[in-house]
């Protein structure tokens, strides 16, 4: 029986040790253990919002169930592995990435919400310097594809064109686009400064 490879995980992460390859072959039941605290260790790294490759813990769960069938397939001549397990392991792979992209849209809103409250809580004033408010859906006004002026003055808010305005409302709120004289107001509500 070839050797398990250990998953490559791209990330490099101070808090999560990859743990050596399968001591056996074929693996013990402190390899599978070792091969599920390795998930382990990156859902804490995740949930702690370390910026990693959210694809890491996919490896390392595919990496965990090769380990488990190799186990299994030695441990249990009668059985082996069954015929179901390849569907079930893409199936719960599957569910992973689904349950990631929805912690990472929950956490998109926090910054939001985090970045309009130390907007708010911040001096008021030409002179005070804005922070940069992602849009609803995660993204940067400032990068590319929006490449929009950044919000960092009332006067650079004030500033925008029709056009600019237009862009910076739809990426920050949802529905019918307001009257042109609502736009700079709506804009100062969503990066969370008043308009003086």
């Not at 490559?8 to 990859?18: D, E, G, H």
């Not at 813990?57 to 990496?63: D, M, N």
């Not at 862009?167 to 003086?196: C, H, K, N, T």
Request: hydrophobic share 40%; charged share 20%.
């Amino acid at each position: 029986m070839p050797r398990i490879a250990l998953p490559r995980i791209s990330s490099r992460l101070t808090s999560v040790k990859v743990p050596p390859a399968p001591s056996e072959n074929p693996p013990t039941l402190s390899d599978v253990t070792v091969a599920h605290l390795l998930i382990c260790h990156l859902m804490k790294a995740y949930d702690r919002n370390e910026k990693f490759d959210e694809e890491d813990i996919g490896r390392a769960v595919l990496y965990e169930h090769r380990v488990v069938a190799a186990f299994i397939a030695a441990n249990d001549h009668d059985q082996g592995v069954p015929a179901w397990f390849e569907a079930a392991l893409q199936h719960a792979f599957s569910s992973l990435q689904t349950q990631l992209g929805d912690l990472r849209g929950k956490m998109d809103g926090l910054q939001l919400e985090g970045s309009k409250t130390r907007a708010m809580w911040s001096q008021y004033g030409d002179d005070a310097a804005f922070e940069i408010v992602p849009f609803r859906d995660g993204s940067y006004p400032t990068l590319p594809p929006h490449s929009l002026p950044a919000l960092t003055s009332p006067t650079i808010v004030r500033n925008l064109s029709l056009a600019e305005l237009e862009l910076y409302y739809r990426g920050y709120y949802a529905g019918v686009l307001p009257q042109a004289g609502e736009l700079i107001s709506l804009i100062f509500s969503a990066i969370g400064r008043r308009e003086d």
